[in-house]
């Protein structure tokens, strides 16, 4: 196989994944996220920062920015059909977000050996001001893909 077939079987198989995946992602539904693009090891989500995401001090609550994150991270990490799931995740909120923002999450593979990965997302606003940054880290479950193999 060349290795342009390679890329585009593994391209297929994320999205594939991101199709799956989204069908039982209530949360990130709920929260009004969308997709933007998938691929091995990688992942961009959208979301517009709503009235009722707003804590006491009318910005968007850091959890809800976490969440976004997180969403960007399971499908980055999930992109190679083996269920993976979450060990644990650093953040640091920068700055914040804001009624009426666009929230992207841009999450990029950092490592991935044997069973455990590192993501980096970076969340920005549609300024392209960073308001966050996630680092998380993954276990993969051997033997056990999110879809069936074709």
């Known amino acids: 196989m060349s290795a342009s077939t390679a890329a585009e079987a593994a391209q297929q198989l994320a999205e594939r994944v991101r199709d799956a995946m989204w069908v039982g992602d209530h949360a990130t539904k709920m929260l009004g996220m969308e997709i933007t693009e998938v691929g091995p090891g990688r992942a961009v989500i ?9 804590n006491g001090h ?12 997180d969403s960007a991270f399971a499908f980055a ?24 923002d666009l929230l992207t999450a841009t999450a990029r593979e950092v490592s991935k050996a044997g069973r455990t990965g590192v993501y980096d997302i970076e969340v920005s ?10 680092r998380g880290r993954s276990h993969t479950m051997r033997g056990k893909p999110v879809i069936p193999p074709t």
Do not use: K, W
């Open 46 to 54: 959208r979301m517009a920062v709503r009235t009722d995401m707003l």
């Open 125 to 134: 606003n549609q300024r392209g001001e960073r308001v966050a940054v996630f």
């Open 58 to 69: 009318a910005i968007c609550h850091g959890g809800l920015i976490t969440t976004l994150a």
């Open 77 to 100: 990490c999930n992109s190679y059909n083996e269920l993976t799931v979450a060990s644990g995740f650093t953040v640091d909120l920068l700055a914040p977000g804001r009624l009426g």
